[in-house]
């Protein structure tokens, strides 16, 4: 049975990255996965530790897509180990949702989003769901 998820008040709502589950890396405190992540796209400029003290993983997410910061040339190519990074970090620091996301067995876990095709399935189902691919890699990694 596919597991779905999407936002952090459902059922795996633990496997967003907006939820509250903070972790130290790269020897600073994150609020989520999502804080991290959007940070990383502007690595070497005050944009990371703007982006590390917002409030909310909501505003994080509105500012790493503001084009008006620099992207780093690089993104593209190392967006999907950043997330990894970020996920198993997220992960091994939190005993209860390591064991949610261990409770999954070999289930497929889906991006369930929408409006994403890379990191969710999208509207139709068509997405690469990276996200969900990347949880299911951790999955491995932690068992």
Not at 88 to 101: Q, S, V
Not at 125 to 133: D, R, V, W
């Amino acid at each position: 049975m596919t597991i779905y998820f999407y936002t952090t008040g459902e059922q795996y709502g633990c496997f967003s990255n907006f939820s509250s589950h903070g972790f130290v890396l790269d020897d600073l405190y994150w609020f989520t996965s999502e804080h991290y992540f959007q940070s990383q796209k502007f690595l070497g400029t005050p944009h990371v530790e703007q982006i590390r003290l917002v409030k909310s993983p909501k505003e994080a997410a509105k500012m790493g897509r503001e084009r008006t910061r620099p992207l780093r040339p690089d993104w593209s190519e190392v967006k999907d180990d950043i997330m990894r990074k970020a996920v198993l970090r997220k992960f091994a620091t939190h005993a209860d949702i390591k064991e949610i996301l261990l409770s999954t067995g070999d289930e497929e876990i889906v991006e369930n989003s929408p409006i994403d095709y890379y990191w969710g399935c999208g509207a139709d189902g068509s997405g690469k769901n990276m996200l969900g691919i990347i949880l299911m890699e951790t999955r491995e990694i932690l068992r």
